[in-house]
């Protein structure tokens, strides 16, 4: 008993001594608790919208100063057209505007009725339900506030509601364009890591840099075949989601797939970055899994709203590929859009990935030349 207590003693000693352990025991939980717990939510605030007062009386005003108090949405544009809803919309600068029909307060007083319309961008069709719904509560608090003491009912303001870009709200509209930024990065980023690793830790890329081939010659030939997997799996997302679940692309196929291949070479870049700071495939792997699935999954907008998160967080969002480039599927995937629209977020995409590169070739001569 005591030898194996000794035993017992020993590996502890050895769990304490090592800095990657205790990370992975005691600070990886608390990073997920605090991400979890900051991230997941249903709640919404600071939410993008516009107003389209036709009326522009009392109560118009009285009621669009109501929902921007609640401390849930922020105005960001005032609409004077028609036309200008789908730009707004198209932009991705708003979420939601709502519009008072002429003679809203007339008809409010005299007829005991008057009309407003919800329209919400449904290309994040959760997003849409939960603004929808926290609009339409606190336009039906103040719809009770008017009736008189002891009153009770609702019905004085008629709300409908219309969902762009997404009108039956399917899921697929989500997942897909966050399952694909997810794949391609972890493909691209982790295979590529694996591979360049694997030849360092079984001692086999001494012998290809005393080969004829360049050390660039080496890490392309290694690359290239992650690119063209990276594609194909690319090609097979989008028409899965077009045939199998009805997932349309509005915008140009061709810009798409350019779009996509440049988010495969920034993966790439970060996956030779990753295997330059790395010896072993383990090692590789699990800074693949855990610095790249899980912000995907948490920070990328792909299930949870980055407006809904702390701004520490938000921050945090900035800086994190998938982010971007799932902003640029759903922009030409879902509206429609062209360079125009998501010309910066190519811009974020092009600096990433040069970055990326210029690291991960400064790392790679000083460890392998």
Do not use: C
Not at 221 to 230: A, E, H, M, Q
Not at 338 to 356: A, P
Request: positive net charge; aromatic residues 10%.
């Amino acid at each position: 008993m005591k030898r194996f207590l000794g035993f017992v003693r020993k590996e502890f000693y050895h769990i304490f001594r090592d800095p990657r352990s205790m990370l992975v025991l005691f600070g990886m939980p608390v990073v997920q608790l605090l991400l979890f717990g900051f991230v997941l939510t249903n709640e919404v605030k600071d939410v993008n919208i516009a107003i389209y007062d036709k009326a522009g009386d009392n109560r118009s005003r009285e009621l669009t100063n109501k929902i921007l108090s609640s401390g849930y949405f922020h105005l960001t544009r005032e609409i004077h057209h028609q036309d200008e809803i789908e730009d707004a919309f198209r932009s991705g600068e708003i979420k939601e505007v709502i519009v008072f029909e002429p003679g809203f307060a007339s008809k409010l007083e005299r007829e005991g009725q008057a009309n407003i319309q919800l329209i919400a961008d449904a290309s994040d069709a959760n997003m849409a339900n939960i603004i929808v719904n926290y609009t339409t509560g606190i336009i039906q608090n103040y719809t009770q506030s008017m009736l008189p003491d002891g009153v009770q009912g609702v019905g004085m303001v008629n709300i409908t509601t219309r969902m762009v870009f997404n009108n039956n709200l399917q899921g697929v509209y989500m997942f897909i364009p966050g399952i694909m930024a997810m794949i391609l990065l972890l493909i691209s980023a982790l295979m590529t890591s694996i591979s360049i690793v694997k030849e360092k830790e079984t001692g086999t890329m001494e012998v290809l840099l005393v080969s004829p081939l360049r050390p660039w010659q080496i890490v392309t030939g290694k690359v290239v075949p992650y690119v063209l997997l990276s594609f194909i799996n690319a090609i097979v997302i989008l028409l899965m989601g077009d045939i199998v679940f009805g997932m349309p692309v509005r915008g140009s196929w061709i810009f798409l797939l350019a779009e996509s291949m440049l988010f495969i070479f920034l993966a790439l870049s970060l996956g030779i970055l990753i295997s330059t700071l790395t010896s072993n495939q383990q090692t590789a792997m699990m800074i693949s899994l855990v610095a790249l699935m899980l912000p995907t999954i948490l920070l990328s907008g792909f299930i949870f709203p980055i407006e809904n998160m702390p701004k520490i967080l938000q921050w945090l969002a900035q800086i994190m590929p998938p982010k971007w480039f799932i902003t640029i599927i759903k922009a030409i995937m879902i509206k429609g859009g062209g360079l125009l629209m998501v010309w910066k977020e190519t811009l974020v995409l092009l600096v990433m990935s040069g970055v990326f590169l210029g690291l991960a070739i400064k790392k790679f001569k000083v460890r392998l030349m």
